[in-house]
């Protein structure tokens, strides 16, 4: 009779079962042979340990561990465990394992416990297939130092959750703010001019007094913007996909803020009409740019709590330069200048200052660690920001994002694929009609109050607009954190708050009366409340369709169309509706009635788009277990593959699970 093999002797141990010396564990453990390639690993594994009286086994059975699921070297869940109910399921909180660089599989240090995996599939010849592998000695109560444990089993890193929050956290700090600044101003610049139609009206020094414009000619005026915007927007966000983010957003934002200055110097219809278009020219790309800019640093499904953070800029800025507006119609008349004229060449020259620092301020798009771009060309003369991660932060954003390192350049085929993607129109019609609502109340807010009460100045008009948009942001605080937190069901997030707009639009049209005419501006109120959450979550939700089935350019295309495209919806509203409608515009009871009705109706289109999408995504594809892929495979079809640590997550909703009520 032969001798025993060590993997004879490892069979052995298993049956024995009980306590076992260490010594005893490590000599057989030693004696292994390596395992023959890394796809040897592929698969489902139960998971069981030797008892040496290491404290990992202890803290193993507590958790009540299963054993590991091996889909890939890349794709690894380490922590796999029984619920309640006995059934196999992953542990969010231990993270996703991936291995980010070149490592031998079977290499160990010094063993002082042995675990041991048995593979659910069987051989031919052998009752089980086995591997072993070890905690070693540093790992004594698992190396969580710094929330990444090190599975000395494989050499892969489990990443604790925790840690990769901290990391999109510190990500938060550098991003939101300078888009809220951004976004603030190059608002501020875009609607002023539905301010400059009031303040100082009773001198005569509004717009329409001053450049001697009509109400049709506003409103061509306003839509001229929209008209390039809608143009522009798709041609702006690809060619951000080509060049860098950073200096893309920053000529964006300088650019506003020269055409903004020079709206100050305005003098007839021709000039209105002009500086109307280029602003639409330059700012076009600056919106979908934003959302598409996040994807490069964030999951889809975290994006719409950041995409509301720095919206609630657009309301804060509707509301604080409302409140503004009061004094700079105070400065009417210094230096030659009427009130409408200092709004805009201030906010244009503060716009110019922040568009510069941007080049300093915002990172670049993220770069795999150790690797590093030439500046060659026209490159090298623009300033450096420096980046977004450093050291263990960077590898562990690599780890958890790893699609947006892979970032092949698109074709026009890929881009083509896009655009005849089905999913793009609903999304579209949902857009088309909160935009069209939004932007038309933004533009019009002071004129249907006016509507409801002749008897207010332009500086009261102005005031009671500041709450409208306090309304929206406060409805945007509280609602896109928790859409993140339940991605599956954007859709009922999108929709309630519709039909709150829609309740409020009926109570402006329908309310009140002449003697008391406050329940009407109430119905603003409630239409300002509804409109926050509307358009970062439908900007999101495109994300989350478009990136794992096509990629960047996904993000980029369908992001842009859907913006680009639904602002017809404020074309609409700015055009058609409220003083572009004349026989609407007539003074009395009925005043604007028809244009809320009329927004009243593309809103109930927004709400069945958005359920024809829910229905279309659980019957057709793309729902919750749609596929994930990588950058490059933008036209792919077959089943889904897991690329990253963020992807898994994504599969599974985080509920209510560790908000500050349930932090222990």
Same mark, same amino acid.
């Given at each position: ?279 639409? *020219?330059? +700012?076009?790309?600056? /919106? ?5 800019? $996040? ?6 499904? =975290? !994006? %719409? ?48 200052? *922040?568009? +510069?620092?941007?080049? /300093? ?5 993220? $770069? ?6 030439? =500046? !060659? %060309? ?287």
């Amino acid at each position: 009779m032969g001798s025993i093999t060590s993997e004879e002797q490892a069979l052995a141990l298993i049956e024995k079962g009980g306590s076992l010396a260490e010594a005893e564990v490590e000599k057989v453990y030693n004696g292994l042979k390596p395992l023959p390639s890394r796809e040897f690993m592929f698969g489902s594994w139960n998971g069981g340990g030797f008892d040496t009286g290491h404290k990992g086994y202890e803290g193993l059975a507590k958790m009540k561990w299963a054993g590991k699921d091996f889909r890939s070297v890349d794709d690894v869940d380490p922590i796999m465990v029984f619920d309640n109910d006995g059934k196999r399921v992953w542990n969010e909180e231990w993270g996703h394992a991936s291995r980010p660089r070149p490592l031998y599989l079977w290499t160990f240090t010094a063993a002082t416990s042995i675990l041991r995996f048995t593979a659910q599939r069987r051989l031919a010849r052998m009752e089980e297939k086995v591997a072993c592998g070890h905690i070693p000695p540093h790992a004594q109560e698992g190396d969580k130092s710094h929330g990444i444990d090190t599975d000395g089993e494989l050499g892969l890193r489990v990443i604790d959750v925790q840690r990769i929050e901290r990391v999109y956290r510190k990500l938060d700090l550098r991003i939101i703010p300078a888009f809220w600044t951004l976004y603030f101003l190059c608002s501020a610049i875009r609607s002023n001019v539905g301010l400059a139609q009031t303040m100082n009206i009773t001198q005569k020094h509004d717009l329409a007094s001053e450049l001697n414009l009509g109400p049709k000619q506003i409103s061509t005026g306003l839509a001229l913007f929209y008209v390039c915007y809608v143009v522009f927007d798709l041609p702006s966000n690809l060619i951000m996909t080509r060049l860098s983010p950073r200096v893309w957003m920053s000529r964006i934002v300088i650019a506003v803020g020269i055409i903004g200055s020079c709206m100050a110097a305005m003098k007839a219809a021709w000039s209105f009409y002009l500086l109307r278009l280029l602003l639409g *020219v330059v +700012i076009a790309g600056m /919106w979908p740019g934003m959302a598409y800019y $996040l994807t490069l640093f964030y999951p889809p499904s =975290r !994006t %719409g709590k950041r995409i509301g953070q720095y919206f609630t800029a657009a309301q804060v800025s509707a509301a604080v330069v409302g409140l503004v507006s009061a004094g700079f119609q105070k400065m009417d008349g210094l230096q030659g200048l009427v009130g409408f004229q200092w709004m805009f060449l201030l906010y244009g020259l503060v716009a110019i200052c *922040v568009g +510069i620092g941007l080049l /300093w301020w915002l990172p670049d798009r993220p $770069l795999p660690p150790g690797e590093t771009v030439d =500046r !060659t %060309g026209w490159d090298k003369w623009i300033p450096q920001s420096r980046p977004a991660l450093t050291g263990e932060d960077a590898l562990i954003h690599y780890e958890d994002l790893t699609r947006v390192y892979r970032r092949p350049r698109w074709t026009l085929k890929d881009l083509w694929h896009v655009v005849i993607d089905w999913r793009l129109w609903p999304l579209f019609v949902m857009y088309f009609g909160v935009v069209g609502v939004g932007i038309g109340v933004q533009n019009y807010a002071t004129v249907i109050i006016r509507a409801t009460n002749s008897k207010l100045t332009g500086i009261e008009l102005s005031l009671l607009s500041a709450p409208i948009w306090i309304m929206d942001l406060i409805a945007i605080l509280l609602v896109t954190p928790f859409s993140d937190r339940f991605h599956h069901h954007r859709a009922l997030f999108f929709s309630v708050p519709v039909c709150i707009q829609i309740a409020g639009l009926l109570m402006t049209t329908y309310a009140g009366s002449v003697a008391n005419p406050w329940p009407r501006y109430g119905g603003l109120l409630l239409v300002g409340f509804g409109l926050g959450p509307t358009v970062p979550i439908t900007m999101t939700w495109t994300n989350e369709i478009f990136q794992p089935r096509h990629g960047e350019v996904g993000v980029a295309a369908a992001s842009a169309l859907v913006s680009g495209l639904g602002n017809l919806g404020s074309i609409l509203t700015t055009y058609a509706l409220f003083q572009g409608w004349p026989t609407d515009a007539r003074k009395g009871r009925k005043q604007y009635r028809k244009s809320t009705l009329v927004m009243v109706g593309i809103l109930c289109l927004s709400i069945l788009s958005a359920a024809t999408m829910t229905l279309l995504l659980r019957y057709v594809g793309n729902g919750p277990n749609a596929k994930q892929v990588s950058s490059g495979s933008s036209t792919s079809e077959g089943e889904g593959v897991i690329v990253d640590g963020a992807a898994r997550r994504e599969l599974h909703e985080r509920g209510l699970g560790r908000l500050w009520w349930s932090r222990r």
